[in-house]
C-alpha cells in the first residue's frame, strides 16, 4: 500500500541552526500538509500546499519557516534560526484532494527534532 | 471558538472487555470526522471518514458512528493488537483543508 516517507527519523540539532524536513508524499497525491506535535500535546496544523503554492498556514507557521517541493516527489519543511520551542514531532501527509472533496490525509511516521 | 475533545483520556480493558470512545465537538460547522489510529513513534493511520450524522463506518472490531454532537467509536472483543492512541479529527466549513485534532484516548488492552 502506497505511504508517505519522511527522513530523518530523528534530527539533533544545535538552536539558531537551519534544518530541513524531508518527505514522499503518495505519488497520485495534489495536496501536502505539514503538522507538528509537541510531546504529550495535541497534533497541530502548519501549513498546506498545493499547485505549488502555500494555501493554507496556522499562525505557528511564521516567517522562520518555509515550504517548498523541489521536484515531482519531494516535499520539504525548512526551519530557520532553530529555537527550542521547536522540539517536536513534524509530520507530512498528502491527500488526493482538499477539504470540498472530504478525502482523509494519510501521514508519515514524522521526524523527531530535537534542538539543544 | 472550535474545540474538538476527546474522553476518555486513558482506557484499560481486558482483552474481550467492549468499550466506546467519545470525540464530541462544538465547531461552527463540520464538514467531515475522521478517526485515526497513533501507534508509539508512528503518525496518525487513518481508520474511518464520517460526513453526516447518522452514518455509521466499521472495520474488524471498530465501529464509528456520528451523532450532531458527538462520534463514538466503538471497540468489540478487543485485543492487545487494538492498543493504541485513537485520535479524532474535524474538518471544518471555512477552515480550508486543516484538520483539528482532539487530544486522543490512549487505549491499552491487557490479557
Known amino acids: 500500500e502506497p505511504e508517505v516517507t519522511q527522513t530523518p527519523s530523528h534530527q539533533v540539532t544545535q538552536m539558531g541552526q537551519e534544518v530541513i524536513l524531508r518527505c514522499v508524499p503518495i505519488s497520485n497525491h495534489l495536496y501536502f500538509y505539514w503538522y507538528r506535535q509537541i510531546l504529550g500535546q495535541k497534533v497541530e496544523f502548519l501549513v498546506s500546499f498545493y499547485n505549488n503554492e502555500i494555501s493554507e498556514k496556522s499562525e505557528i507557521f511564521d516567517d522562520q519557516f518555509s515550504v517548498e517541493r523541489p521536484d515531482g516527489s519531494n516535499f520539504t519543511l525548512k526551519i530557520r534560526s532553530t529555537k527550542l520551542e521547536d522540539s517536536a514531532m513534524y509530520f507530512c501527509a498528502s491527500s488526493e484532494q482538499g477539504a470540498s472533496g472530504n478525502q482523509p490525509q494519510h501521514f508519515g511516521d514524522g521526524t523527531r527534532l530535537s534542538i539543544l | 471558538e472550535d474545540q474538538v475533545t476527546q474522553s476518555p483520556e486513558a482506557l484499560r480493558l481486558q482483552e474481550g472487555e467492549s468499550s466506546s470512545l467519545n470525540c464530541s465537538y462544538t465547531v461552527s460547522g463540520l464538514r467531515g470526522l475522521f478517526w485515526y489510529r497513533q501507534d508509539p513513534g508512528k503518525g496518525p493511520e487513518f481508520l474511518f471518514t464520517?460526513?453526516?450524522a447518522g452514518e455509521e463506518k466499521e472495520k474488524e472490531r471498530l465501529k464509528a458512528t456520528l451523532t450532531k454532537k458527538e462520534s463514538f467509536l466503538h471497540i468489540t472483543a478487543p485485543k492487545p493488537e487494538d492498543s493504541a492512541t485513537y485520535l479524532c479529527?474535524?474538518?471544518?466549513?471555512?477552515?480550508?483543508?486543516?484538520?483539528?485534532f482532539g487530544t486522543g484516548t490512549q487505549l491499552k488492552v491487557e490479557l
Open positions: 479529527a474535524v474538518f471544518l466549513t471555512g477552515g480550508g483543508n486543516k484538520l483539528t
Open positions: 464520517l460526513y453526516s
